[in-house]
């Protein structure tokens, strides 16, 4: 098996691991005296609303919102679709659609909702006295600033109508069960797709330090409403004291399940984190240097070996190119392995998606750059333009895979032969 296939084996085996049938049908709730209403948001939710038709004994109504191009047939879910990583107006009309499924139940009837990475872009709900545009400008500002995804969505969750565990607020009576696929380091649920049903701690003050702390230029507006709205749900309100929320998938079960197939590869496999954060050019020279430590000593691991890694890298966009973090983290890591001979990596959204492309991510091995170099590409120039994506497609090296239907953050592999 070459290099390239093995690591696509690798994610492949990550990416079943998180298959979210397996899930749900293990902690799906008993069936309520009144009306089952589904709602739901993320790059993965009509997976889930389709797993969940399979398994549900009885009748469901309600709808899910994902990516444009996302969506799969549901018999009883109505499946919206709008923009990612930009809100757009179907994103505002999702969410407002969402709002009106929960209103006027009572503490007969059941709210199922189906999370998972995405929907922080795929449900707009600006304050009163905000639009969409207001809700684009904190958006694009947010995806430039080089925040981590857990300051992102925090942020995100004092704008908003819906996130932040409004949405669950806005069903009581009804009992909310929360499905849960994390793409966020450190797996806290409430943060994944900033939270429509999950109450989380983190005030607004929280916010405005996160704001200064990465440098996040708002409107004057904008900053006014974060210093004098109302607080968002706190997890002690009585209105939750039904809810129930589970995981049931995430970065560590699918970093596990990958370890597996590798030791069945012969590989010593090491998972070196579920949860690395950081810039992603900075992970990736990182990574390098660690990977040709065990090439050229044998340690701190014994070879042949596979170094993998989960979480979201993040990238400060100072460029005008094209790319995501993984191609980013690929080709800082690319730019310093060069010449290696034993080295081969893969860094890919488990969503099939990395950045606004069509590629999950990129391969790199050692002659990654001496490649570029002869296709008339300049990695550190690309690199400085976050302009991975164009480096990667000169090489043929891009790995497209498609809509995955799930997302439990990036996933790395690196093989030390």
Not at 94 to 118: K, N, P
Not at 150 to 157: P, V
Not at 269 to 297: K, M, N, P, T, Y
Request: some cysteine.
């Amino acid at each position: 098996m070459t290099p390239k296939a093995l690591l696509t084996t690798l994610f492949n085996a990550a990416v079943e691991a998180a298959n979210p049938d397996r899930g749900i049908r293990t902690f799906l709730p008993d069936r309520p005296k009144g009306r089952t209403i589904v709602v739901g948001a993320g790059k993965g939710s009509a997976q889930l609303a389709h797993a969940l038709e399979r398994a549900w004994p009885g009748k469901l109504e309600g709808a899910v919102v994902t990516r444009y191009g996302y969506a799969v047939p549901c018999d009883q879910i109505e499946v919206l679709e709008a923009a990612h990583p930009v809100p757009d107006a179907a994103g505002l009309a999702a969410s407002e659609r969402l709002l009106d499924l929960v209103q006027g139940l009572t503490g007969d009837d059941l709210v199922i909702a189906l999370m998972c990475g995405g929907g922080s872009a795929l449900l707009p709900a600006p304050p009163e006295g905000f639009d969409l545009a207001d809700e684009i400008t904190l958006n694009e500002a947010l995806l430039k600033s080089g925040a981590p995804i857990s300051a992102m969505n925090l942020i995100r969750k004092h704008f908003s109508r819906i996130k932040g565990g409004r949405l669950a607020a806005a069903a009581y009576p009804a009992k909310v069960v929360t499905f849960v696929v994390s793409d966020i380091p450190g797996d806290n649920p409430a943060l994944v797709s900033s939270g429509p049903t999950i109450p989380s701690d983190g005030d607004a003050r929280e916010a405005l330090r996160l704001i200064e702390t990465y440098r996040i230029d708002l409107p004057d507006r904008m900053m006014q409403h974060f210093k004098t709205s109302a607080p968002a749900p706190v997890p002690g309100d009585p209105v939750f004291s039904r809810h129930q929320v589970h995981l049931i998938a995430s970065a560590n079960v699918s970093l596990e399940a990958a370890a597996v197939v590798a030791r069945e590869h012969g590989l010593n496999a090491v998972i070196l984190s579920d949860a690395l954060e950081g810039e992603a050019r900075e992970a990736g020279s990182f990574h390098a240097a660690l990977a040709r430590e065990v090439e050229q000593r044998g340690r701190p691991f014994q070879t042949p070996a596979v170094l993998l890694s989960g979480g979201e890298t993040t990238v400060t966009v100072r460029g005008k190119g094209k790319g995501g973090r993984n191609t980013e983290f690929l080709l800082s890591f690319a730019a310093h392995i060069s010449g290696a001979s034993r080295l081969h990596a893969l860094a890919a959204d488990t969503d099939g998606i990395d950045g606004s492309e069509d590629n999950a991510g990129a391969f790199a091995d050692g002659t990654t750059i001496r490649r570029m170099m002869e296709a008339g590409i300049r990695a550190d120039a690309h690199l400085a333009n976050n302009d991975a994506w164009t480096a990667f497609a000169a090489v043929d090296d891009l790995f497209v895979c498609g809509p995955t239907g799930t997302n439990v953050n990036d996933f790395r592999a690196i093989l030390i032969l």
